[in-house]
């Protein structure tokens, strides 16, 4: 018992030995520590200063590239969108101004295509087919005769199928180019000269008709079927040479 207290004595006076001596030396080693880092301290403060500051600068300047750069792309950017913009509108006057052309050629055929009905249509009121009506009753007038006979009725379609025939030959004349008084003008001489034909060559059928049957007021009345205007009856003494002067 005695040997086992003195060994445990022993024992613990080597452990305080030990923990003092790791004391002084943990101790030792903080003041070593300290008085090293005082020492870089002191040596480097100016250069830590340097260091700082040229860190701080070196901030400003990334700093002042990265707003110089947003700055950029936002001038890049809005220009960019102009440049669209102004695309598009260019785009847009061009498609406007290829319909007001369109628009302005379906217009010009219209124009034209009018044009040539009214021609036409003129030249149907001024041919031979064309027959005023009464005012009184709209009915077309009728031309009376004392009689009617087949050489009127061959005489009637004859002209009809003459002047039929001028109206053709006219309207392939491309007379777009005419004006209006000179296309009236030749269109009248034209029709004297066909019916001035068509009344000589009655005459002469109603000359030779009435030699072998005495009926001479039936080529009065088929001169006066070949003419255009509103005819009177053969009785007033209308004869084939006064309708040629007309």
């Known amino acids: 018992m005695a040997r086992d207290e003195r060994d445990r004595s022993s024992s613990r006076r080597r452990t305080d030995g030990a923990d003092e001596r790791d004391r002084d030396r943990d101790r030792d080693r903080d003041r070593d520590r300290d008085r090293d880092r005082d020492r870089d301290r002191d040596r480097d403060r100016d250069s830590c200063s340097r260091k700082r500051a040229h860190r701080s600068s070196s901030r400003d300047s990334l700093r002042g590239k990265r707003r110089d750069r947003r700055e950029r792309e936002h001038r890049t950017n809005k220009t960019n969108e ?14 406007k101004i290829d319909k007001i052309n369109e628009m302005r050629e ?14 036409r249509r003129s030249q149907e009121r001024d041919s031979f ?7 009184k009753t709209g009915q077309q007038q009728q031309r009376s005769s004392s009689s009617s006979s087949s050489s009127a009725a061959a005489a ?14 006219f309207a392939l004349e491309g007379d777009t180019f005419l004006s209006d008084e000179e296309r009236d003008r030749r269109f009248l001489e034209e029709r004297r000269r066909r019916r001035a034909a068509i009344l000589a060559k009655i005459s002469s059928s109603s000359s030779s008709s009435s030699s072998s049957s005495g009926d001479q007021p039936e080529g009065s009345a088929a001169a006066a079927a ?10 007033e003494g209308d004869t084939s040479q006064q309708l040629a002067t007309d």
């Not at 102009?82 to 847009?92: A, C, G, M, Q, W």
């Not at 070949?226 to 009785?235: C, E, K, L, M, T």
């Open 129 to 135: 087919a064309f027959r005023e009506k009464d005012p």
């Open 156 to 169: 009637a379609a004859a002209a009809a199928a003459a002047e039929q025939e001028a109206l053709e030959d």
């Open 82 to 95: 102009i440049n669209k913009t102004n695309k598009i509108n260019e785009i847009n006057k061009l498609n």
């Open 226 to 235: 070949a003419d255009g205007s509103q005819s009177r009856p053969a009785s």
């Open 106 to 119: 379906i217009n010009k055929g219209h124009q034209v295509q009018g044009d040539r009905r009214y021609r």
